[in-house]
């Protein structure tokens, strides 16, 4: 959200300086009246350009068949709304792992067990978790701390890689759903050959087309989901990485505060 609030601070700003450069060139008025008939046409362009762009992919989604193309379509915006919220739940579980550990071992330090699991009580994400478990189980012994840490390590991974599959299923299932719409058109091409009686360049482009479309738009959808499958992926080892590296410094704390 910051990031956000200063890409918009600064394109305000731009925006601000080039407005008032424009104002101070262009004292001539011939000349401005110029330059805002040329960006009238240069935006005019733009949207011609934009809208035929928008008719096209209609027009060919229209011509590669409703059926298939709409199955090919669905699978995007299933995939599209789990990526998105996996996005957005991975980074809500991404903790600052060192500020924690560091909190968690001055609480140790003046408060004892009790202050640290309230440290991670007021802090979200897998790896405060995962502490709060091993530290709940500390009075016992270590082995007790350690066993509750690594179950509960299970339970979080099990957490963050919910719904993954689906999104796995939907890129394998959309170049299959395409290549259906190839082998359809390409039957429905030969049908009308043979109805006909003769081999008419007309009569196979409209089959062909029909399956060279369906192809594509499933190879889209499948390249789409991959990259997003892939962060996702990266992710999910990333934050599994953290948590190992801090239940060893959890373990490390509580060996030490047992001293």
Not at 36 to 43: I, K, N
Not at 47 to 53: G, K, Q, V
Not at 76 to 105: M, P, Y
């Given at each position: 959200?910051k990031r956000l609030?200063?890409?918009?601070?600064?394109?305000?700003?731009?925006?601000?300086?080039t407005a008032n450069a424009?104002?101070?060139?262009?004292?001539n008025l011939?000349?401005?009246?110029?330059?805002s008939?040329?960006?009238?046409?240069?935006?005019?362009d733009?949207?011609e350009?934009?809208l035929?762009f928008?008719?096209?992919?209609?027009?060919?989604f229209?011509e590669?068949?409703?059926?298939?193309m709409?199955?090919?379509?669905?699978?995007l915006?299933l995939?599209?709304?789990i990526?998105i919220?996996?996005?957005i739940?991975?980074?809500?579980?991404?903790?600052?792992s060192?500020k924690?550990?560091?909190?968690?071992?001055?609480?140790?330090?003046?408060g004892?067990?009790?202050?640290?699991?309230?440290?991670?009580?007021?802090?979200?994400?897998p790896?405060?978790?995962?502490?709060?478990?091993?530290?709940d189980?500390?009075?016992?012994?270590i082995?007790?701390?350690?066993?509750?840490v690594?179950?509960?390590?299970g339970?979080q991974?099990?957490?963050?890689?919910?719904n993954?599959?689906?999104?796995?299923l939907?890129?394998?299932?959309?170049?299959?759903?395409?290549?259906m719409g190839?082998?359809?058109g390409?039957?429905?091409?030969?049908?009308?050959?043979?109805?006909?009686?003769?081999?008419?360049?007309?009569?196979?482009?409209?089959?062909?087309?029909?399956?060279l479309?369906?192809?594509?738009?499933?190879?889209?959808?499948?390249?789409?989901?991959?990259?997003?499958?892939?962060y996702?992926?990266?992710?999910i080892?990333s934050?599994?990485?953290?948590?190992?590296?801090?239940?060893?410094?959890?373990?490390?704390l509580?060996?030490?505060h047992?001293?």
């Amino acid at each position: 959200m910051k990031r956000l609030f200063s890409i918009l601070a600064i394109a305000s700003f731009m925006a601000f300086g080039t407005a008032n450069a424009y104002n101070n060139a262009n004292t001539n008025l011939f000349t401005n009246t110029i330059v805002s008939a040329t960006q009238d046409e240069a935006a005019s362009d733009a949207a011609e350009e934009d809208l035929n762009f928008h008719q096209e992919l209609k027009k060919r989604f229209i011509e590669g068949g409703p059926g298939f193309m709409g199955i090919v379509l669905l699978c995007l915006i299933l995939g599209l709304a789990i990526a998105i919220e996996r996005i957005i739940f991975l980074n809500l579980s991404t903790t600052n792992s060192k500020k924690l550990t560091q909190d968690v071992e001055d609480a140790l330090s003046s408060g004892g067990i009790e202050a640290a699991k309230e440290v991670c009580r007021n802090t979200k994400g897998p790896v405060a978790s995962i502490f709060y478990q091993g530290l709940d189980r500390a009075n016992e012994d270590i082995e007790a701390a350690e066993k509750a840490v690594v179950a509960y390590g299970g339970v979080q991974m099990g957490q963050l890689e919910k719904n993954v599959s689906w999104i796995s299923l939907f890129i394998a299932l959309a170049p299959m759903l395409g290549f259906m719409g190839t082998v359809i058109g390409m039957i429905q091409a030969f049908d009308k050959i043979e109805a006909a009686g003769d081999m008419q360049p007309s009569l196979v482009a409209g089959g062909i087309k029909v399956a060279l479309l369906t192809t594509v738009f499933g190879l889209i959808v499948a390249i789409i989901l991959q990259i997003f499958y892939n962060y996702i992926i990266a992710k999910i080892d990333s934050i599994v990485n953290d948590m190992e590296d801090s239940s060893i410094s959890l373990m490390d704390l509580l060996v030490k505060h047992k001293k």
